[in-house]
């Protein structure tokens, strides 16, 4: 279900995020990590900041700068607007809604998955494409924030210190993120099975 749930994650993301926040948030993360790069390489000529030697004082400046603007990618909006028909029950469907599916469709979900129910069909349809829309939106937006934190942590050992923030940040994510592309995975399993499933046909009410 991982390497499923990346095949997917890499096939449908085009579909998810806007290309032109994509770029807003690239250009505004690309100049915080300059502005942060050269602002401490300041700091550093004249205060000497780090207390390190030159070598590694300016490899944890550039881990850093990579890590502001990694955050900063994280703190703008990528996804997509909300589409139009996408709907549960009538009902828009908001983007925090969308890890989220129906009762019924749970059961699809699990690791040992049922067959398909008939009467199940549209609604697992309807509800794996709507989650695998969170799914890659929350998948986008939490990558940059493990990038910043393993920045931050790998800067730490070059600096002489080691901030418990973000090691706790980095093993988090790393324990949520294989989670999130497994879920993705079940969840395209399960829409493969409602579209092989039998179309649900309501029983003929009485003649008279």
């Known amino acids: 279900m991982f390497a499923l749930g990346w095949r997917i994650f890499f096939r449908h993301v085009d579909d998810v995020l806007d290309p032109r926040r994509v770029r807003r948030a690239?250009?505004?993360?690309?100049?915080?990590?300059?502005?942060?790069?050269?602002?401490?390489?300041v700091l550093?000529?004249?205060?000497?900041?780090?207390?390190?030697?030159?070598?590694?004082?300016v490899a944890a400046i550039v881990l850093l700068a990579a890590g502001v603007g990694l955050l900063t990618f994280a703190c703008f909006p990528t996804r997509r607007p909300p589409d139009p028909s996408a709907t549960i029950n009538g009902r828009q469907v908001r983007a925090s809604w969308q890890n989220s599916v129906r009762r019924s469709v749970q059961p699809y979900l699990l690791r040992r998955p049922r067959p398909v129910r008939p009467e199940d069909r549209e609604a697992?349809?309807?509800?794996?494409?709507?989650?695998?829309?969170?799914?890659?939106?929350?998948?986008?937006?939490?990558t940059p924030l493990l990038g910043a934190g393993v920045a931050a942590v790998g800067?730490?050992?070059?600096?002489d210190v080691a901030p418990w923030w973000p090691v706790v940040s980095v093993?988090?994510?790393?324990?949520?993120?294989?989670?999130?592309?497994?879920?993705?995975?079940?969840?395209?399993?399960?829409?493969?099975?409602?579209e092989a499933a039998e179309p649900f046909e309501v029983p003929a009410g009485p003649t008279s």
Not at 26 to 41: D, H, N, P, Y
Not at 124 to 141: E, F, K, N, P
């Open 155 to 159: 800067a730490g050992p070059l600096l």
């Open 171 to 194: 093993a988090l994510y790393v324990l949520v993120l294989p989670e999130y592309v497994v879920r993705l995975g079940r969840s395209e399993r399960a829409r493969v099975a409602a």
């Open 124 to 142: 697992v349809r309807t509800d794996t494409v709507l989650l695998r829309r969170g799914l890659i939106g929350t998948l986008a937006r939490v």
């Open 44 to 57: 550093e000529a004249r205060l000497g900041w780090t207390a390190q030697p030159p070598l590694r004082s």
């Open 26 to 41: 690239a250009a505004w993360s690309g100049a915080a990590a300059v502005v942060a790069l050269v602002g401490m390489l």
